[in-house]
């Protein structure tokens, strides 16, 4: 799910050691630092920005509110965040993590050459940078000599969450739940798909989430989209996206409200249960595509999936797509999502929310079946 | 001015310097206080990455991504051609082909904003000497079309609708973070599509930060800057807020920073260097002894443009000597710290007239408290 970026995060983003102890990052940094150690680097950046800050809200507890932000982790044990805003903004700042050294982002491919040091010369890694502006990028570069990216090995790390990010992700499909509820409830109730959305952040809010966002058609039947204009419309099918962000963590999901049903839902919830029966540790993203093609024929895929049927899914609303050749891994969070679009506005786009365990997989939000 | 009017003073300096297409791009990280040339241009916030393609003849080509946001690029520009791609190097280097770019006569924007990998792929079809044009552009399209002024005047009431919610709903206890969703959801209820909406509160702060956990107290000051967006162009109006009763010191200090603003606002007419509108307000200040807080860090900049395409005409500051031009678009605020209130905000959003400023507000900024 792509959601639009907002223009700054308001939510309750403040570290809370009650609820991801420093004892949390420090076991992450652990098995990080490891990796740097077999890469041979001495040093890790890891970038984020307001729009996808997963990698470094994982080592730092960190949301960039204000810019981009950097987190410079050593191989060896220290730790700097170079974040955005004025100098006065930094006790504020300081607020959203439990590390100690934070520094403004200001100049900064000389903050990142000086926080080297005597380890300049030495490989750098890089996590996350791929979404670092070409500026910025081109300045660090000059600096400190070119990034190795890591993210392919860091990615997976990430992807396997421990009990308390289970139970996270567990609570945000929860208020996710609610949160839907509140659209099909507001939709089936003649609202347009702004009110009905709005209907959804709201029950989102009060139920705890810390962020929620929403997409729905734009015509009956399109795909999900931002809804930055002033139209209300009454529609079906509507095709609604919501995305729920509990202490960090995403629970996203798609349903589609259709008083009059349609061939095309139908389809989409067949493909549903056939992915989510083919769902277990282990299973290909070739395996859940194909459980969900044959319940679909002679049904297209619906645009909006843009050839994506599931994504791993926790710190960012995508951890990675799960390609044909990839698995479903033991500890990861998973949206699937499938749909159909036939004739004249006959659409539909369904979705869940799993976990994948040792040996199975537990869903832990899926879209209502259609009455 | 509307968008064929922008796009013709963009036209008159390409030909000028002799450059035959101009992309514009867009990194999609959509912001009151970032200018996106591409965002600008089109007059279209995009999902993902987008360029806008300008063609020496006029014609024009708007790339936006990811390909199924097509529907909406089409319903909220119908009149730009647009081609959606998940690809957008690949589409913008078939463009460029299509009408025969030359390197060596094409200029970009927005190149340094986007993220690398792309901006690699982008400079392999625009060139390596493609001429950086971001500063002409956003000086030549500084004026709001008639779209995007209408756009503001809805924003500022929807501002001013949001502050008296504010002052309805805050009380001791309720943390900012909180109140800040909750006046995000009010606002979009009237039809803001975003909103950067700073507020915090101290009994003596030193500036205005993003909302923390921070539960309001009896004695805070709450500085706020409310920011909503609608139909993409950000309007800002700046308040404060006593959490109880206010002290006669802090109602007499921010009757100091009104009368600083309202002079700010007085300076504004077509032809004044931003930096006159900014003079004015220090010298109210500076005339009240407080010459010496006239500096960051005790104050940042007076005022700036809005996005969330273009910035112009920048900072609100004493070095800026861009001269105002009718139709630009900004806040004007103090924003002040003082020894004996700490920070205060004030600021409405200023429009430049034939002849002076007109405030796009009903109500100019005034102390607010709520009970404690």
Partial sequence: MKVLQTTLLTGPYDWEANVLPRE??????????????????VALLVHG?????????????????????????????DMRLLVGGSDLMIPQAKRLTWVDDVQPFANVPKRVADWLGAKKGGTVAAWGTGSLAHGIQRGIAAAVGPL???DAILDPIRRRKSPRELQLVRRASEILGSAMSSLIAAARGGAGARSAALAAECAAIAAGAQDARTLASLSPGGAPLPLD?????????????????????????????????????????????????????GATGAALRQAAAQKLAPFSLHLALNGTLCNAIGLSLDEGPLADADTLEPGATYALRVGAAGE???????????????TGASVLWTSPRSP | MNRTDRLERVLRRMEADKIDTLVALSAARHSMA????????????????????????GTVRLIVTPAYDEERAVMRRPETMVIATDDLAASLARVLAERGAKVGRMATTGLGSLPYPLAARVLASVGADAVAFDDVVLAVTAPKTDEELANARKAAAIAERGFAELLA????????????VQMNLFT???????NFFMMSALPHGYGVAASSHRPLQKGDVLVGEFTPSYGGQFTQICRTVSVGAPSNVLAEKYALVVRAMEAGIAAVRPGVPVSAVCGAIDAVLTDAGYGDYCRPPHMKRRGHGMGSGSMAPGDIAVDNQTPLEPDMLFVVHPNQYLPETGYLLCGEPVRVTATGGETLTKRWAALGSIEA
Wanted: charged share 20%; aromatic share 6%.
């Fill in chain 1, 229 to 281: 204009g002033p139209e209300d419309r009454v529609l079906d099918p509507l095709l609604a996206a919501v995305a729920v962000q509990v202490a960090g963590y995403w629970a996203a999901g798609t349903v589609t409200v259709s008083k009059r049903g349609g061939a095309a839902l139908g389809r989409a919830e067949a493909a549903l249960a056939a992915m989510l029966e083919a769902a277990r540790p």
């Fill in chain 2, 169 to 180: 709903t805050a009380r001791p206890g309720m943390r900012e973070c909180d109140l800040a």
């Fill in chain 1, 49 to 77: 920005h307001a729009g996808d800050y997963g990698a470094l809200n994982y080592v730092s507890a960190f949301t960039p509110k204000l810019g981009p932000a950097l987190a410079l982790v050593s191989a060896e044990g």
């Fill in chain 1, 344 to 358: 004249g506005g006959d659409a539909a786009i369904v979705s869940a929310m799993i976990a994948i365990g040792d």
């Fill in chain 1, 148 to 150: 190795q990216p890591m």
């Fill in chain 2, 188 to 194: 979009k209820s009237l039809g803001a599509d975003d």
């Fill in chain 2, 34 to 57: 970032r200018n996106d040339p591409a965002t600008h241009l089109a007059g279209f916030r995009s999902l993902g990455e987008s360029a806008f393609v300008l063609f020496g003849d």
């Fill in chain 1, 24 to 41: 949390e990052f420090e076991g992450r940094l652990a098995r990080i630092r490891t990796a740097l150690k077999d890469a041979g680097a």
